[in-house]
């Protein structure tokens, strides 16, 4: 640990790279547009750096970690953003603004300047976290709204107003969940009166697909300004982007990276995950649903005509299972017959394949292991036909006909979305974690 006071000239631009904390002891600092005056306290974590500006001359006392340090600029890249981000929010409201970059390029910090700045003028703001794998706002797999009725440090702070689920952490293939959750998300917030709205978008920007999809995005948003972020990984990305935008009525500003910003590795990603899901399953119970009673989306094994126990038995035959193997479930649905099976593997040869088409005509069979179920992602429907909270599946009892799920959410549950995000609660630690991924 090192210990150091350190007095700022107004305007200078003070750089410190976690793990770090300090106290503003004299003066006034702007954090990404938050005002912070004495007696303001700080933690900045490992995975984290962070430029403060002064606004006047000012004292702060700071404590450096292992791996921390600190330095003094006249001028950064902050102070580039913060003059344009000015000159943008004297445009005419409703103003809607797109921040586009790759991983680790700032995106969330420019929201956050735009956002805050935009408070600081007295504007209704509101921000869509778009950032399904490393979300600010929300639970990751969620396209979130959230509205600022003040200035804020980080985006976590920023309390979610409605959710949008997608139901996976990566935006590849499923661009058109994620545009479609925008703009449902989009029109809320125009419906809640917002003047700014930012849209933050993920950090897939690399390759031709990645830069079409956020092509995609501007097309069907119409942003009024869309800010790119240029770093040294994405330099092609950015002019073709550029270039394409060039050729319309939109207002492109290409803006640099930090140039010290902090790269967060594999494991303080996942790190960030969990201490997110962890959140959002905060004191969460296990919850026994009728499948009936249930309006279930993107699970097809609980859709189609279940099959009898007599139709089950015939199935067991068909596909030459061992006398202590049982089929749970089975169903066939959009030409997929899929059965739950308990006690072994199924071996699927050439002879199984023409019973089953004798019995049950050109179907695709799919198999799946007892507990195959456990972890997967859910949004939970209200009454409402609203996503009002986020939960797991513990287990499908096919026999009782209920689904076990773990939640924090205690209304009345109508519907779940199922995702392809596995989660497991660690009983131990009592946080949640990814442990794979799952799709039928």
């Not at 303001?40 to 000012?58: D, Q, R, T």
């Not at 979130?144 to 935006?171: H, I, M, N, R």
Request: hydrophobic residues 40%.
């Amino acid at each position: 640990m090192l210990q150091k006071t350190i007095t700022l000239e107004k305007d200078n631009v003070l750089k410190i790279t976690g793990p770090a904390s300090f106290v503003l002891e004299k003066g006034a600092v702007r954090i990404f547009g938050f005002r912070a005056e004495p007696p303001f306290k700080y933690v900045v974590p490992s995975y984290k750096s962070l430029p403060l500006v002064a606004s006047e001359k000012s004292c702060l006392n700071i404590v450096l970690g292992e791996g921390a340090s600190v330095s003094i600029v006249e001028k950064d890249t902050i102070n580039v953003w913060e003059d344009l981000v000015g000159k943008i929010l004297k445009l005419d409201k409703p103003l809607i603004i797109i921040t586009i970059g790759t991983v680790d390029s700032g995106k969330s910090s420019l929201t956050l300047l735009i956002a805050n700045t935009a408070v600081g003028m007295g504007y209704k703001t509101s921000i869509i976290d778009a950032d399904i794998g490393q979300a600010d706002i929300g639970p990751p797999t969620f396209i979130t709204l959230g509205v600022l009725d003040k200035q804020v440090v980080s985006l976590t702070e920023v309390k979610p107003a409605t959710y949008s689920f997608v139901g996976t952490t990566t935006p590849y293939r499923v661009m058109d969940k994620v545009i479609a959750a925008i703009l449902k998300l989009l029109a809320k917030a125009f419906n809640l009166g917002s003047q700014v709205i930012i849209i933050n978008t993920d950090g897939w920007f690399k390759g031709r697909k990645a830069v079409e999809a956020k092509l995609q995005t501007i097309f069907h948003v119409k942003p009024h300004v869309v800010f790119i972020i240029k770093k040294e990984n994405c330099i092609n990305e950015v002019d073709m982007l550029f270039n394409y935008l060039n050729k319309f009525n939109v207002n492109a500003i290409v803006v640099e990276s930090p140039k010290d910003i902090k790269e967060r590795s594999i494991s303080e990603r996942r790190s960030i995950r969990e201490y997110l899901y962890s959140k959002y399953f905060y004191g969460a119970k296990i919850v026994d649903l009728d499948i009936e009673n249930l309006v279930i989306m993107n699970l097809d094994v609980l859709k189609g005509k279940f099959f009898s126990h007599e139709e089950k038995g015939v199935l067991k035959e068909v596909l030459s299972l061992k006398p202590d193997m049982e089929i749970l479930h089975a169903t066939i649905v959009n030409n997929n017959l899929i059965a739950v099976v308990k006690g072994g593997t199924v071996i699927v040869d050439s002879n199984v394949l023409r019973n089953i088409r004798e019995t049950y005509g050109q179907v695709r069979l799919k198999v799946l292991s007892e507990n195959w179920e456990k972890g997967l992602v859910v949004s939970i429907l209200n009454e409402n036909l609203e996503e009002a909270g986020i939960g797991y599946i513990e287990k499908i009892d096919f026999e009782k006909g209920v689904i076990r799920i773990r939640t924090n959410y205690e209304g009345r549950i109508c519907g779940l979305i199922v995702g392809n995000i596995r989660l497991m609660y660690d009983e131990k630690t009592h946080t949640v974690r990814e442990w794979g991924k799952w799709s039928l």
